[in-house]
């Protein structure tokens, strides 16, 4: 089955500091990857897809790479805000109907 | 525009007990999906919607059902809660026509139920 993996502990930077977060998966290929932000006691909000022909995507302060032979994706937050403070997800698509896979979530806390 | 409402926010029930969470989306969109979360555990999927009328089972369907009546509504019902099933509910949509945003889910603000 499908398997995908996130850092598990929570990731603690200083401010203006860049954020990496990794996501790793087996046993699937998909034809896109997507990073969503989740705030405490809210829904998740997509910030970035990114194609398995693509292999970095910016979106201001955010970028994301994707590498399909090591079934790999980071996920970077230059010049980090504590604002940046959220648990940060990977989805992967399986396959029709836009269905996707989650991460468990890396929790990111960005400090002054 | 209000993108994904889910009703109720919180809701506390008995084992045994059954209830209906409801998921509206003024966007459109074909697809609607519902996910539970718990802690430690990705979003994962309980049933899915690729249009008005269809549902189909996703990843963890066992002891829910669903109805897709109309385009906008998406319902979820747990016929005789069980304290497994306390967990945060997620309705999202997507689907919509426009190239740029297709793939993407919006996800309502979720309901915490627990069973007790």
């Known amino acids: 089955s499908q398997k995908i993996e996130q850092n598990s502990e929570a990731l603690n930077i200083q401010e203006g500091k860049t954020a990496t977060l990794t996501c790793n998966y087996t046993?699937?290929?998909?034809?896109?990857l997507q990073w969503y932000r989740q705030d405490p006691g809210r829904g998740p909000v997509f910030l970035l897809l990114?194609?398995?022909?693509?292999k970095e995507k910016r979106k201001e302060r955010l970028k994301v790479t994707f590498d399909t032979t090591l079934k790999q994706s980071l996920f970077h937050i230059t010049a980090s805000q504590p604002a940046d403070s959220a648990t940060y997800l990977c989805?992967?698509?399986?396959?029709?109907?836009?269905?996707?896979?989650f991460g468990a979530g890396t929790r990111l806390a960005v400090h002054p | 525009n209000a993108g994904v409402t889910q009703t109720p926010k919180f809701r506390v029930l008995k084992t045994g007990q059954s209830m209906t969470l409801l998921c509206a989306q003024d966007?459109?969109?074909?697809?609607m999906y519902w996910y539970r979360q718990d802690p430690g555990m990705g979003l994962r999927l309980i049933h899915y919607?690729?249009?008005?009328?269809?549902?189909a089972k996703g990843e963890v369907p066992d002891g829910y059902n669903v109805s897709r009546l109309k385009k906008q509504n998406f319902l979820l019902g747990l016929e005789s809660a069980a304290p497994s099933q306390t967990s945060v509910y997620f309705c999202?949509?997507?689907?919509?026509?426009?190239?740029?945003?297709?793939?993407?889910?919006?996800f309502g603000a979720g309901t915490r139920l627990s069973v007790l």
């Open positions: 966007m459109n969109h074909e697809y």
């Open positions: 989805a992967l698509d399986i396959g029709g109907y836009n269905k996707l896979i």
């Open positions: 999202a949509s997507g689907g919509g026509v426009r190239l740029a945003t297709k793939n993407i889910q919006y």
């Open positions: 990114i194609r398995e022909n693509e």
């Open positions: 046993n699937y290929s998909p034809a896109y």
């Open positions: 919607s690729v249009g008005e009328g269809t549902t």
